[in-house]
């Protein structure tokens, strides 16, 4: 019993990176119907980002604040110097777009920073809590405050106001949106901004657990569509519920089958979705007249 809550303790920490990965897929590909495969690399750049100035000298909260803001204009810059003027592309070449970019920037990474693994101190110290014979870090409880913070805060945002409804509405029918007065490259701006944002701030809160280097954002990015892509695309509470299930899923494998397995996990649960439930979880099935 203490091993079983020992691997949901680390499956829901992992699974919130997962989750907050997933909610960045979910802004854009609400925004724009697009897969931003780039969306790693935000998680990636805030790590290093904020490892690098608290190197250099800068408290840690002005550090990752940094981080965060530095990440939110670089996703505005691929909005506007990649994806805006691909408007009107086939989707596919949109994507194609995105997975260049996240190989622009991963080799930006290595070529500005280096090559090693980095870590941050915790934000709340080292000492474990035990609960129910397992133990479980305070960092691990940003991380899922975190991922549940956010998770809130875009509910409300597509359902509760108006600039959200406007994201909605320029991902259903961009040219009717535009006929009804939506500044459509402005919500596209913001979609990249905020899911960058997101990206870097989970980039900020599992760094002290996990490390970061320069490459880990390709395996978060895939991690984060498969968590995405269970709960249901464009859906905020399927992508948190599919990252903590993601998550719960390699942590049970690892513990009770083998840890060579646990990265096929995220492959299992794609192709399996694909096949049994394309919508996803929460997600609703579509139909489209032609």
Known sequence: M?????????????????????LGFTIIYNASDVVNFAQGEFVM???????????????????????????????????????????????VSVIIITIGASILIRGAAQLIFDKQLHGLPAFSGDDPIRVMGATILP?????IGGALAVFVGLWAFFTRTLTGKAVLATSNNRTAAQLVGINTGWVMTLAFGLSAAIGALAGVLVTPITLVSYDVGVGLALKGF???ML????????????????????ALTAGYVSSQYKEAVAFVVILGVLFAMPQGLFGRAGTERV
């Open 2 to 22: 203490d091993a079983l809550m020992q691997f949901v303790f680390s499956g829901v920490t992992v699974g919130a990176v997962y989750a907050l990965v997933a």
């Open 45 to 91: 750049l805030g790590g290093m980002i904020t490892v690098f100035a608290h190197l250099a000298g800068l408290p840690l909260p002005l550090a990752a604040l940094g981080a965060i803001l530095a990440t939110a204009a670089l996703g505005v810059a691929l909005n506007r110097l990649a994806i805006e003027p691909a408007r009107g592309a086939p989707v």
């Open 139 to 143: 960092q691990s409880l940003w991380v």
């Open 226 to 228: 498969a968590a995405a």
């Open 231 to 250: 709960g249901g695309m464009g859906n905020p509470k399927g992508a948190l519920a599919g990252g903590l299930l993601l998550g719960l899923f390699e």
